[in-house]
């Protein structure tokens, strides 16, 4: 491998899931991960296995359908390694990723307990060997281990160098170097790549890796210079979802590369036509929507507002344009579906919009689009996106809306009734409120007999025109965790029911989860 490629290892699966409110099925998951695929990303981090069944589930699924390095997370210890091991198994190209903390606030917080060490240089070796044993028990299943210290940005780099040097000599083939609060600058976490290849005697058998948050806005920046002085791997994610204000920006770094390559001299192996489309299923699947501003894939990144902007793109792109749009996939797409086209140009349509869907899928999805195509004339790639994600969204569904009906007027109380289907069993209520969703949401809650705290609501229209289909987020707060419910429809009111019932959806499989690990958890303690 050339000294100046650098490969892309793309956690959005797994610290992109961790964003608030994101997450995602095992069908999203999957169908994420063969966009990544597509994209040509090296590394696909598919999930923490260890933390939940739903998690060993979808890196399992990923591990055998998808044709990339697959990475499974792991703390340093062997509970967290196995598990990552197995559901890895059927991966031809798998990669244990394990972790321990490293800066003094980490240690402190997390490391607290005595059976650690009582000072801190205690707590520092017993890191050490931890760190040393994770690896070499990970090494025992494939040969390509991570090793990353957490919060390496804060972490003294004496300290930090003795820890890198530990991993690499337990066997790490990549070793990162994590910031994971977001907290250096450029020049300064460039320094620390440079000091650690100074200082690390046996760097040279491990390839460096860099994962940078982004509370300061520089994720990207910090990525840049990493590479400067020597990281050959850099940790992304699509949109720059993630923790808190998320991960380095996958579409970002990748671009900066292209667009400087007159200064910066390294290249990527990514299909950068594939960026958009990737972005938009991310987008449909995590509820999370880009900003318009955004760099590289929002609304406004390549529309031009004043006079002599357009005038200017008009006479020659370059004015104004430092890349293209159709570079990084975003296409003027001028065919669009209506209420004759086939099952066949659907198809193809969905696949070009980076969908695998298999006839049965297609046949749902046939059905949605032909119900939407008699509601609006025209059906854009937009609206496909969302019946996508429909349709996948549906297929872990436990509470269906069959029938929902609503009164409303200006001088009336609003009421709503509904019909949920659960299982066999469909239950009917009715319920007012202080407008009409208030009302849906109130006649849901007492169907199912249960109240959550409603913290946010969106809506907005996905494509434009009166006929648009609106598409509603709602996000809903339980037992400290947060969940996003979607919806679509040619009508608010009905995609708000959708969304709130989504949201319910995914805090009840949640729930199952964690009694199904709790439930294995008591009995290996009777093993
Ligand atoms: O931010 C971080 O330090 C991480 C590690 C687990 C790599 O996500
Ligand atoms: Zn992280």
């Known amino acids: 491998m050339s000294s100046n490629r650098i490969l892309i290892f793309d956690t959005t699966l797994r610290d992109g899931e961790q964003s608030p409110g994101a997450s995602l099925n095992v069908h999203e998951k999957l169908e994420i991960a063969h966009q990544l695929a597509k994209l040509k990303v090296d590394v696909i981090e598919a999930g923490f296995p260890v933390s939940s069944p739903a998690q060993f589930e979808a890196v399992k699924r990923i591990a055998d359908e998808v044709d990339a390095i697959i990475a499974g997370l792991s703390r340093a210890n062997e509970k967290d390694i196995k598990a990552a091991a197995d559901s890895l198994y059927s991966a031809p190209r798998k990669r244990i990723h394990t972790f321990s903390s490293t800066s003094d606030y980490h240690i402190l917080g997390k490391f607290g307990h005595e059976r650690y060490g009582s000072t801190l240089q205690e707590k520092r070796k017993t890191i050490l060997k931890m760190s040393y044993d994770a690896v070499a028990y990970a090494k025992t299943f494939t040969d390509d281990v991570e090793?990353?210290?957490?919060?390496?940005?804060?972490?003294?780099?004496?300290?930090l160098a003795e820890v890198i040097e530990t991993a690499i000599e337990a066997g790490a083939a990549t070793v990162n170097i994590p910031d994971t609060t977001g907290y250096t600058l450029p020049f300064e976490y460039g320094e620390k790549i440079a000091e650690l290849k100074r200082r690390v005697k046996n760097i040279d058998k491990a390839i460096i890796s860099v994962h940078c948050h982004n509370d300061l806005g520089l994720a990207v920046a910090n990525s840049i210079s990493a590479v400067?002085?020597?990281?050959?791997?850099?940790?992304c994610t699509i949109?720059?979802?993630?923790?808190?204000?998320?991960?380095?920006?996958?579409?970002?770094?990748?671009?900066?590369?292209?667009?400087?390559?007159?200064?910066?001299?390294?290249?990527?192996?990514?299909?950068?036509?594939?960026?958009?489309?990737?972005?938009?299923?991310?987008?449909?699947?995590t509820g999370m929507l880009v900003q318009r501003n955004k760099a590289i894939v929002g609304e406004n990144a390549f529309s031009h507002e004043s006079g002599i902007h357009q005038d200017g793109v008009l006479k020659n792109r370059e004015t104004y344009e430092i890349?293209?749009?159709?570079?990084?996939?975003?296409?003027?797409?001028?065919?669009?579906?209506?209420?004759?086209?086939?099952?066949?140009?659907?198809?193809?349509?969905?696949?070009?919009?980076?969908?695998?869907?298999?006839?049965?899928?297609?046949?749902?999805?046939?059905?949605?689009?032909?119900?939407?195509?008699?509601?609006?004339?025209?059906?854009?790639?937009?609206?496909?996106?969302?019946?996508?994600?429909?349709?996948?969204?549906?297929?872990?569904?436990?509470?269906?809306?069959?029938?929902?009906?609503?009164?409303?007027?200006?001088?009336?109380?609003?009421?709503?009734?509904?019909?949920?289907?659960?299982?066999?069993?469909?239950?009917?209520?009715?319920?007012?409120?202080?407008?009409?969703?208030?009302?849906?949401?109130?006649?849901?809650?007492?169907?199912l007999g249960i109240k959550s705290e409603v913290e946010s609501y969106q809506v907005r229209s996905v494509t434009s025109g009166r006929e648009a289909m609106g598409e509603v987020l709602v996000r809903i707060r339980s037992g400290g965790k947060s969940f996003t419910g979607r919806g679509i429809s040619t009508d608010i009111i009905e995609a708000s029911a959708k969304s709130y019932l989504s949201a319910l959806n995914q805090k009840e499989q949640y729930a199952k989860e964690v009694e199904t690990l709790n439930q294995n958890e008591k009995l290996s303690e009777v093993i």
């Open 147 to 159: 090793f990353s210290a957490e919060d390496a940005g804060r972490t003294d780099i004496g300290y």
């Open 228 to 235: 400067q002085n020597g990281a050959r791997q850099v940790e």
């Open 239 to 285: 949109n720059g979802i993630g923790e808190r204000a998320g991960n380095a920006s996958l579409e970002e770094f990748v671009m900066a590369l292209n667009v400087r390559k007159d200064l910066l001299n390294y290249y990527a192996n990514i299909n950068t036509h594939e960026i958009y489309n990737t972005s938009k299923m991310v987008s449909a699947f």
């Open 323 to 447: 890349m293209t749009p159709e570079s990084v996939g975003i296409i003027n797409n001028k065919i669009v579906l209506g209420r004759h086209s086939g099952r066949h140009g659907l198809k193809s349509r969905l696949e070009q919009l980076g969908y695998k869907v298999s006839e049965e899928e297609l046949q749902h999805i046939y059905d949605a689009f032909t119900e939407l195509a008699d509601k609006k004339k025209e059906v854009f790639d937009d609206d496909l996106r969302m019946l996508m994600g429909d349709e996948i969204q549906k297929k872990d569904e436990i509470y269906e809306l069959v029938y929902l009906q609503v009164h409303t007027g200006t001088n009336s109380i609003p009421n709503a009734v509904v019909r949920i289907k659960i299982g066999d069993r469909v239950i009917e209520e009715a319920a007012t409120g202080d407008g009409s969703v208030d009302a849906v949401f109130n006649s849901i809650e007492r169907a």
